[in-house]
């Protein structure tokens, strides 16, 4: 069964940095997109920035310049390189991975979540 579990997030301080990563695993035939979204309170979940096999991306704006996506495909896994947090980066943090199986089915995927807090 495919599981992606993420890891790296805290509390930071704002101008902070932090790094989550985010592993898939079970059954996995290829992967063709991997990347972020994120929810804050009360808030819709929107894409932060993701990374298609070929290696295009894309970010939302208000991340563009401050976050860094990079995917090992080695290791089904995609980071996400946080830098010059700010309080309104504060949410919960989802990977989400688009996939083919071992059975040949095409899924799409969450990991857990996890939070990311920036204040003084």
Known sequence: QVQLVESGGGLVQPGGSL???CAASGGIRTISTM???RQAPEKQ???VAEVASNG???ATDSVKGRFTISRDNAKNTVYL???SLKPEDTAVYYCNSDLWDN???????WGQGTQ???SS
């Open 45 to 47: 979940r929107e894409l």
């Open 116 to 118: 990311v807090t920036v």
């Open 19 to 21: 790094r989550l990563s």
């Open 81 to 83: 390189q946080m830098n």
């Open 103 to 109: 059975l040949g089915r095409r899924l799409v995927r």
């Open 56 to 58: 295009v991306i894309t």
């Open 35 to 37: 990347g972020w979204y």
